[in-house]
């Protein structure tokens, strides 16, 4: 997991204060619902056991997945952004030239990437497609049902 995390400072520290309540408070939960089960018998036919060995894998996987994220985190100050042209954390105004719909979406690193929210993943194709991109130019996106074509409108933060 070596790629580049683009954050903005606030995702950030939710994500180490996520993975604070994971180590401090979801670990030792699992390992007392691990020493209950233990408690009540033979483990071979435990089922409870069994179940409370399988979520604490589950949650040192996901320990381990948010520790990768977090290492490879650049923080992107909005301050400083070029909105000259489509990159990390800015939003764009698009217009699909097929179906003459405009849509704002703002480009985020995968972590943050919301579609409900209006944010994509900059290695999404549309991202991947935006990134660079400068006012009135057109992106071609190769998406699974043909290539699409994107004007863009605007670019602000």
Not at 48 to 60: N, S
């Amino acid at each position: 997991m070596s790629e580049t995390n683009y954050v903005t400072q606030e995702t950030f520290d939710s994500m180490r204060v996520e993975l604070q309540r994971m180590k401090g408070v979801d670990r030792p939960a699992a390992s007392r619902a691990i020493a209950e089960a233990r408690e009540k018998g033979d483990l071979k036919e435990n089922a409870e056991y069994d179940a409370a060995k399988e979520a604490q894998g589950m949650l040192e996987a996901k320990i381990k997945q948010l520790e990768g994220i977090i290492a490879n985190a650049k923080i992107v100050d909005t301050s400083t952004i070029d909105t000259s042209k489509v990159t990390i954390l800015t939003r764009v105004t698009i217009t699909n030239l097929a179906t003459k719909k405009t849509v704002t979406y703002q480009i985020v690193g995968e972590k943050e990437a919301d579609l409900k929210a209006g944010k994509i993943s900059a290695s999404s194709p549309i991202g991947k497609g935006l990134i660079g991109k400068h006012v009135g130019e057109i992106a071609e996106v190769q998406a699974p049902n043909g290539l699409l074509k994107f004007k863009v409108e605007d670019i602000t933060v």
